[in-house]
């Protein structure tokens, strides 16, 4: 069975059984000007360099070979010289440090030969596709998943689907020259229609859903470099394929949306993933149903991007999560006895603060004992002494949405603003003009005979202070 062409029908939405929700985030719907033909199956990646996020191939039925790019606030078709063929269910991830989006895979047409399961390995650099060369690739495939390992700087590949119903479990690695095949003591089972994203925060690849022993499946995995480990929250999505899954850097979750379930149905939730639990969000506005979506995290503008989905959606939405920092606590310099005001912008539901206090350049935080307000967002030092030069400050912000997140460390200056005088050179003491002749006038006097007779004033230091001494003739 081709499982890209098995959805016979749309039901608005489904919102799995949970144990906790949370008033979290917010989707936009965007309105561009030019955008990509509707449909589903697409595949998407940021690029961090430049800012914009990547959608290549599909849509279901027609599928092409354009490359298309979101900024933010309009779609532009890229015209590379060299370009992949047409293809869908392929998989993208962008490799931060060789700052291209990476391509493998996916159910290609050849104008010549047909269809094929793909084994190609592109990248885009963001003037071109540059077809590589490994001297080891994985097999031909589509309906796999990839996401980027920044911390190991490699790119994690894991199951997919093969013409003649194969379904793989195989986990693969790409470090910009060769794939190198993993062989972990623990896997998920063969599967499709999953989807993945690296969590930076934790450093593992987050694994969802997919299709396994032809059940859709519930199940969460993540991949530290070495082995998979299922995760058992006490709550998560229904079960689902062909979802969007993108990790939030700014909230520190990885985002669920979309997929389709058991009996045809679509749900439209939204869930968080924090590393321990999932808690589904629950926005006031979100996208109908839809599956097969080409999703991402766009880290400048700190927002999800989703677009298209089966239905012939061409639609471009925007998701915010509820818990984020918007502006850092900053560094600043004080005299000694001054007081030191530290403040942090967040965003989310039932946000909670706590600062936190180094003494040790950052080696180890403890929550503050004294001061004003450190549980607040604005926190206020004590005096400052010379003793509190280069103490560390950082608030850790809690929410209903997603994890803790912890602010970036602000570092006090201290300093004895006491002013100081030099010890004058005694060439420059002050002296007074003449005083008149004792009995007698000046102007038959000689200039010595003036000095040795008349009164003088003199000044000699006495402490911090100048004290006059008059003497007299």
């Known amino acids: ?12 939405s489904l919102l799995a059984s949970s144990l906790a929700y949370a008033d979290c985030g917010t989707w936009t719907q965007r309105t561009p000007t030019s955008k990509p033909a509707g449909g589903s199956l697409r595949s998407m990646a940021f690029d961090s360099a430049r800012g914009v996020s990547v959608l290549f191939g599909g849509p279901n039925g027609a599928p092409n070979n354009e490359t298309w790019e979101w900024n933010g606030a309009d779609w532009t078709q890229r015209s590379p010289a060299n370009s992949p063929l047409r293809r869908l269910a392929t998989a993208l991830a962008y490799d931060s440090a060789r700052h291209v989006t990476v391509m493998f895979g996916g159910s290609a047409f050849d104008p010549n030969t047909g269809a094929y399961d793909s084994n190609e390995t ?5 003037t071109n596709w540059t077809q590589r060369t490994p001297a080891t690739s994985p097999p031909g495939r589509f309906f796999h998943a990839m996401a980027y390992d920044s911390a190991r700087g490699v790119t994690v590949l894991f ?67 070495t082995n998979w480990t299922q995760q058992t929250p006490a709550q998560h999505p229904g079960v689902r394929r062909d979802h969007g899954l993108a990790f939030d850097s700014s909230a520190g979750v990885t985002i669920c949306f979309g997929g389709v379930a058991p009996g045809f149905v679509l749900p439209n939730d939204t869930w968080e993933w924090n590393g321990n639990d999932w808690i589904v969000a629950n926005p006031s506005t979100a996208p109908t149903g839809r599956d097969g979506i080409g999703m991402c995290f766009d880290s400048s503008r700190r927002v999800t991007v989703i677009f298209g989905g089966l239905g012939n959606f061409d639609e471009t939405w925007e998701f915010s999560a509820g818990n984020s920092i918007d502006a850092q606590p900053q560094p600043s310099t004080h005299c000694v006895g001054e007081t030191a005001k530290l403040t942090i912008s967040a965003t989310g539901s039932s946000l909670t603060y706590q600062w936190q206090a180094s003494t040790d350049g950052g080696a180890t935080f403890n929550d503050v004992t004294s001061g004003i307000g450190g549980t607040t967002n604005s926190y206020t030092t004590d005096a400052l002494a010379l003793a509190d030069d280069g103490h560390q400050y950082r608030c850790i912000v809690n929410s209903d949405c997603g994890s803790a997140q912890t602010s970036i460390s602000a570092t006090l200056t201290v300093q004895d603003c006491t002013p100081t005088q030099p010890n004058p050179d005694p060439g420059d003491m002050p002296i007074s003009k003449p005083c008149g002749l004792c009995g007698g006038g000046v102007s038959a006097m000689a200039p010595m005979a003036l000095f040795l007779m008349c009164a003088l004033r003199t000044s000699r230091r006495q402490g911090k202070g100048w004290k006059r001494v008059r003497s007299t003739c």
Not at 1 to 12: A, E, H, K, T, W
Not at 122 to 126: F, H, I, L, R, T
Not at 160 to 189: C, H, I, K, Y
């Open 1 to 12: 069975m081709n499982p890209y062409l098995r959805y016979i029908c749309l039901v608005p």
């Open 159 to 225: 199951g997919g689907f093969q013409s003649g119903s194969n379904v793989l479990d195989d986990t693969w690695e790409w470090n910009g020259s060769d794939w190198t095949q993993r062989s972990p003591t623990d896997s998920p089972d063969p599967r499709n229609g999953h989807a993945m994203a690296y969590d930076s925060a934790r450093g593992v690849t987050v694994l969802f859903g997919g299709q396994a022993n032809n059940q859709t499946n519930d199940e969460t995995w993540e991949w530290d470099g």
């Open 122 to 126: 592109w990248e885009w650099d963001g």
